[in-house]
């Protein structure tokens, strides 16, 4: 793999989410990936959703796995990473396209919890109404895991880092609606994970 950071479970989902994708950022021109980890998604997606621009994000300690994947890219949809930190100002990728989609995989249960509440602050933030929201990644149901393999994966979350962990999806929902996003569809997905997929509301 050259030296490049890999994904086994990004190889798996990417075509379901594509499809999915496919339809929510059909009229989307501007996306916003947080956490673009490996940069595996966004090799994959830009070419298949060439009527928008997919712009990549990330700690800057995670950019070079990025370029190197960027580095095969023949899109000229793909932008290169931006340095976003959730503690940070989030950056204006392009004041000439607004960013009017985002789509995040696998952060939320990574990242700490105060920063999962940065993270829909920024949505709310930086988000014209009407805009898309994405949101990939295994979520707990009334306090309950979808399955047993999502419970030892908690616990193995919480041995690495005890501020990460599945994050209930009543908690999210809660930060979501504060942000104003509107929950449109929520996706049963392969290997016990979801899709969340919100509209930003408009000025009431």
Aim: net charge negative.
């Amino acid at each position: 793999m050259n030296n490049k950071p890999f994904s086994q479970a990004c190889e798996n989902n990417k075509q379901p989410i594509l499809d999915i994708l496919s339809t929510v950022f059909a009229t989307s021109q501007h996306v916003l990936e947080i956490g673009s980890g490996t940069g595996q998604h966004a090799l994959f997606f830009a070419p298949q959703l060439t009527h928008l621009t997919w712009q990549t994000s990330d700690l800057l300690v995670n950019h070079q796995g990025i370029n190197r994947w960027l580095d095969e890219s023949t899109s000229d949809n793909i932008e290169r990473p931006l340095v976003l930190d959730l503690n940070e100002n989030w950056p204006v990728p392009n004041q000439h396209l607004p960013v009017d989609a985002v789509y995040s995989a696998n952060t939320l249960h990574i990242i700490s919890w105060p920063l999962v509440v940065k993270f829909f602050q920024g949505l709310a933030q930086n988000l014209p109404a009407e805009a898309s929201v994405c949101i990939y990644g295994p979520f707990k149901y009334q306090g309950n895991f979808t399955s047993q393999s999502n419970a030892s994966f908690d616990q193995s979350l919480k041995t690495r880092d005890i501020n990460s962990g599945i994050r209930d999806i009543e908690a999210i929902l809660l930060l979501a609606d504060d942000a104003g996003l509107q929950l449109i569809n929520d996706f049963v997905m392969p290997a016990n994970n979801q899709l969340l997929v919100f509209s930003k509301k408009g000025v009431v």
